[in-house]
């Protein structure tokens, strides 16, 4: 899956650890630098295949070689994640029927409101984990938008069977692929449409990037989403591509380690008393759990830990936590003692000696 930055011999029968490493590369050549260069310029001469920033660079083109490789189709990069879902929104007609998740990411979730509320769009809310309510909804539905694990609650769907279902109605498909990543999963193998990723997150993974990207399952479709960030003026930085870039060299390893931690610490947290539930799908970087002692505790709780960081986002070497409803425009759905565990790669000891002693500290309710 390359773009006009040719990329060299990524093998497709390579693993995507692999493929994560070589993808996105520029070609070999003596003495030719093994990365895109950052290439600060907005404008180029006339007559190959730069003319202006906000349509294209070569370190933009380096990074959506590499997401395109990594999710198998073409990949178009914005300047945030919000960016790129209001693409997509863009594209659709007056009054297109849109089915969304009850939870799902903040952003995402106000904006459709707000279409719906000024007549834009027709909005239908479900749980991502009742197939057949999701097949029911979509049912003639213009855009099904599927979160899986959704944000914060961490309800996985069931991706194949909602895919398969949409699509024979003639929906459109769209997953949400932030908390998975394409090393966990991978939607338009599974018939997806699109694949949306805020690459702040895991991809670019170090906390010092805002990038999104949407990547399309046909080429065509990429180049709708294309001409709606030239003429939204999402353009992303040169720097900050190259960076999520660099990022991305080192995915399957931070995951890999993330993914441990999380497998190791739920179980323990479920056992916690303070702790009155635990959302964990089983897999992934990110668990959820709930508090007994209600929002004072959450809050005490993000308060008294030392390693751990209290901050928003996810996805980065560090481990982060929050309560999610101390934002006001934060889904009613999502319970006030909610805190959000964003696993990093530090020691999975430290992790837990560093919660359970802020935990020891609150009340069992």
């Known amino acids: ?30 003495d030719a630098p093994m990365n895109t ?6 404008t180029f001469h006339a007559g190959g295949d730069w003319g202006y920033a906000r349509e294209g660079s070569p370190t933009t083109a380096a990074l959506e070689d590499a997401l395109g490789d990594l999710e198998q189709g073409t990949a178009v990069v914005f300047s945030s994640g919000m960016a790129a879902a209001n693409a997509v929104m863009d594209l659709l007609p007056l009054g297109a029927h849109v089915v969304a998740p009850s939870a799902a990411y903040t952003g995402v979730a106000v904006r459709l409101r707000e279409l719906a509320e000024i007549g834009r769009i027709r909005l239908t809310i479900v749980d991502v984990d009742d197939t057949n309510a999701v097949r029911d909804a979509a ?17 996985v769907a069931d991706l194949a069977a909602c895919i398969q279902s949409a699509q024979e109605s ?9 908390f998975a990543t394409p090393i966990l999963q991978q939607p338009l193998t599974l018939g997806a449409d699109l694949v949306l990723h805020s690459v702040t997150k895991a991809l670019s993974g170090h906390s ?3 990038l999104g990207a949407v990547i399309a399952g046909d080429p065509e479709r990429a180049e709708q989403i294309r001409r709606r960030r030239v003429l939204l003026g999402a353009a992303p930085s040169a720097f900050d591509c190259y960076l999520a870039l660099r990022g991305m060299r080192t995915l399957a390893l931070r995951v890999e380690r993330a993914q441990h931690s999380a497998q190791v610490i739920a179980p323990q947290l479920a056992s916690h008393p303070a702790v009155s539930r635990v959302r964990y799908p089983g897999w992934g970087t990110l668990a959820s759990i709930e508090l007994a002692g209600g929002a004072p505790a959450a809050d005490l709780l993000c308060e008294r830990v030392r ?3 209290h901050a928003t986002s996810l996805g980065g070497v560090e ?20 805190v959000r565990l964003s696993f990093g790669i530090e020691s999975t000891d430290d992790l837990w000696s560093d919660l359970s002693t802020a935990l020891d500290e609150l009340p069992a309710g």
Request: hydrophobic fraction near 40%; glycine fraction near 4%; aromatic fraction near 4%.
């Open 170 to 178: 003639g929906s459109l498909v769209l997953v949400d692929n932030t």
């Open 1 to 30: 899956m390359t773009s006009q930055n040719e990329t060299d011999k990524t093998d497709e029968t390579w693993s995507l650890e692999t493929r994560a490493v070589t993808a996105g590369r520029p070609p070999a050549a003596p």
């Open 319 to 338: 481990s982060l936590l929050e309560r999610r409803r101390r934002w006001p425009l934060e889904s009613d759905t999502v319970p006030e003692n909610l």
């Open 208 to 210: 010092d990037v805002l």
């Open 139 to 155: 049912t003639g539905a213009d855009l099904l938008w599927l979160e899986s694990p959704t944000n914060p609650l961490l309800q």
């Open 37 to 42: 260069p950052i290439v600060p310029a907005s």
């Open 307 to 309: 390693l751990w960081v």
